[in-house]
């Protein structure tokens, strides 16, 4: 079985930490993602979902550092739910994602432009070219074996 959520959207509040007395911490925060559609009339329409987002230990410890309100944030994790009665002895339910990693996609402050992470630009993309070489001696570029029959005795199929 498989219980693993990709979420990428935009966060809807700063980070909030809780520290424990053990030495480990949680952190949670909302994330918004939202899915475009027609209506009807053919006009279209944006349907938003909220997502509570936890992370422990280090990873809330980054959350915490690095993560801003509005910020587009890729999520990876796992959906729990949560059950809890309330003070009139009521059950509650919640639905969280227990993040094992997330990357900032860009952040708010620079307006959705690409901020300081891993992912390339189309200017990093190799140079291709249409010449091709040949090799100077083909012989040698293609039998790497000294006894090139020998070479196709050993293989297991």
Do not use: C
Not at 16 to 27: A, L
Not at 29 to 34: I, M
Request: zero cysteines; charged letters at 25%; a negative charge.
């Amino acid at each position: 079985m498989i219980n693993r959520v990709i979420l990428v959207g935009r966060l809807g509040n700063d980070p909030e930490v809780r520290k424990f007395d053990n030495g480990s911490s949680v952190s949670r925060f909302s994330l918004a993602t939202s899915d475009p559609y027609k209506d009807e009339a053919g006009n279209w329409q944006e349907k938003t979902d909220w997502h509570n987002v936890v992370a422990w230990n280090i990873l809330s410890e980054r959350a915490v550092a690095s993560l801003k309100k509005g910020d587009l944030v890729y999520v990876e994790g796992r959906i729990t739910t949560r059950k809890w009665q309330d003070t009139n002895g009521v059950d509650r339910y919640a639905t969280d994602i227990v993040s094992s990693y997330f990357r900032i996609v860009s952040s708010a402050k620079e307006g959705g432009a690409k901020s300081n992470n891993n992912f390339p630009s189309p200017s990093d993309a190799p140079k291709y070219t249409t010449s091709y070489e040949a090799p100077m001696n083909p012989t040698a570029a293609t039998n790497n074996f000294p006894d090139a029959s020998a070479a196709d005795d050993d293989l297991p199929f």
